[in-house]
């Protein structure tokens, strides 16, 4: 084979490495957004900040608790984002003394952003680890205390809960050490 024709078939298998390269980077971000959502970016950095909490962190319960859904009920009636029980909702309203607070803010972004970060803040300022918080924060502070800390004692549904926040947790680390991944992704989001 001639050298200039050596060189073109050289030359054409590169670019076909480079296109097929950016082809599977671009499926994997695709995939990566599709299980690894990421909504209410600011409102999260935000919040997050005033109750001196990790984004990152904030994020993974959101995703674990709703898969960024504003309007997500649970069976047990859990509602928004950050999946807030109304009662607890209603509490954590006085505690910050929002006299206009009524049962349809829960499905507010911002303000079901404000009042779950303000209570992640709280639990785990009375429970000290971040697993305890989140123990309490999903199946309720007397079974936290209840459990003392020790995972193996809590429900099933509570140790994946806490085994899917450690698992999204690196991600969204990820996306907030680097916002312009967050930007590629929602250029993606077709």
């Keep these: 084979m001639p050298p200039l024709a050596r060189k073109r078939r050289c030359k054409c298998r590169l670019i076909l490495g480079i296109v097929c390269a950016l082809g599977i980077l671009l499926v994997g971000l695709i995939g990566l957004q599709a299980l690894f959502p990421l909504g209410f970016r600011e409102q999260i950095l935000g919040w997050s900040a005033s109750h001196d909490l990790e984004p990152a962190w904030v994020a993974s319960v959101i995703r674990n608790e709703s898969r960024f859904q504003p309007d997500d009920m649970s069976p047990v009636g859990a509602i928004g984002l950050m999946q807030i029980m109304p009662e607890t909702g209603a509490w954590i309203a006085e505690q910050l003394g929002l006299s ?91």
Excluded: C, K
């Design 100 to 190: 206009d607070y009524s049962l349809a803010h829960l499905t507010d972004p911002a303000l079901n952003i404000q009042l779950g970060t303000w209570y992640l803040r709280y639990l785990l300022d009375r429970f000290h680890t971040p697993d305890e918080a989140l123990m309490a924060y999903n199946a309720g502070p007397t079974n936290a205390e209840r459990w003392d800390g020790n995972l193996e004692l809590a429900f099933p549904e509570t140790q994946q809960y806490i085994r899917r926040i450690h698992l999204s947790l690196p991600v969204y680390r990820v996306y907030f050490a680097a916002p312009w991944l967050v930007n590629l992704l929602h250029f993606l989001d077709f």
